[in-house]
């Protein structure tokens, strides 16, 4: 049956849990409950979800250890997170973790829904954004589908993770592709070995757009690359 999202949901307070995944299911979300911080990621693993939505103190593991262990296997889905408190440390943590909203309970259940929903929004915008098969860098045009580079009448063959690493960077164009998202999307590893491919690789897509120099490559030291495109 199709639903508005698929929301994973780790609670540890049994009555607060079944009350929030009732509510977001009348709402039209599919709710994957889990109240035992230690068996998390092993429910995480078992299926596919659009946001987490993670309680700060539970036992065993606590959420912002499971929100670290999410983004290793899932860079890119929202993280909100529950908690009791208020402290500004907890709160720097959180964002720094990657969270998308930090909610304090208790809170109007009305609010939550709609923050959900523009989340979401936000990332099948990003996702249809993705399916884009032609990108316009300076003066070149980049299929993506075909995998060439065109400047006026000359065409340039590119691999396939060529073509994989410079969506990438056209899809974050201007700002930072990080090193490990690309790797891990590409190579699915983040090794010294991996990273010294890709490094190969920038080099050769830096050649490709040599003859605009409005077009560079950047590399941001210990973070990753940024494709900056100037004016004419």
Known sequence: MDTNGRIFLVEDDKNFGMVLKSYLEIN???????EDGGRAIQRFHEDVFDICILD????????????????????????????????KEDIIKGFNLGADDYITKPFDSDVLIEKIKAILKR???????????????????FNYKLRTIILEDKKQKISPREGELLKLLCLSENNLLS??????????????????????????LRKYFKDDPLIEIVNIHGSGYRLMVGDD
């Open 56 to 87: 700060v103190m539970l036992p065993k593991k606590d959420g912002f250890t499971i929100a670290k262990e999410i983004r290793m296997i899932n860079d890119d889905i929202p993280l909100f997170f529950l908690t009791a408190k208020t402290l």
């Open 179 to 204: 090193r490990k998202k690309a790797l891990l999307t590409i190579w699915g590893d983040d090794n010294y070995f991996t990273t010294r491919s890709m490094d190969v690789f920038i080099t050769k």
């Open 123 to 141: 990332n099948r915008n990003k996702k249809n954004a993705s399916s884009v098969n032609e990108y316009k860098i300076g003066k070149y045009i």
């Open 28 to 34: 039209g979300y599919y709710v994957e409950l889990v």
